[in-house]
């Protein structure tokens, strides 16, 4: 079991930045393709960015690269989404996951957050 925790989240004016966190415990990250994933109000929970075990590949959906940076650090068994030129449309809740499948993974993931809520003002 891996148990995962978002931070991060908040409010900020368009054109800001954040940078969202995931700490895991009961097993080490390092065993975990990663990805984060959004959720907006009355929208589907679609994929935002996943990173191999070994951090060398990295995915972004097409509206945020360039924007967006998933990395994780395996000596703290954290993983990070620092997020730059925030947009309104960035707003919705933001979740971490794990899944112990292949990269990039072909099906659900396996273990998920509780998420955090991002709110970007014009």
């Known amino acids: 079991q891996v148990q995962l925790v978002e931070s991060g989240g908040g409010l900020v004016q368009a054109g800001g930045s954040l940078r969202l966190s995931c700490a895991a415990s009961?097993?080490?990250?390092?065993?975990?393709?990663m990805g984060w994933f959004r959720q907006a109000p009355g929208k589907e929970r679609d994929i935002v960015a996943c990173?191999?075990?070994?951090?060398?590949?990295?995915y972004y959906v097409d509206s945020v690269k360039g924007r967006f940076t998933i990395s994780r650090d395996s000596a703290k068994n954290m993983v990070y989404l620092q997020m730059n030129s925030l947009k309104p449309e960035d707003s919705a809740v933001y979740y971490c996951?794990?899944?112990?499948?292949?990269?990039?993974?072909?099906?659900?993931?396996?273990?998920w957050g509780q998420g955090t809520q991002v709110t970007v003002s014009s």
């Open positions: 009961g097993r080490t990250l390092s065993r975990y393709v």
């Open positions: 996951a794990a899944s112990a499948g292949t990269y990039p993974p072909r099906g659900p993931y396996d273990y």
């Open positions: 990173i191999s075990r070994s951090g060398g590949s990295t």
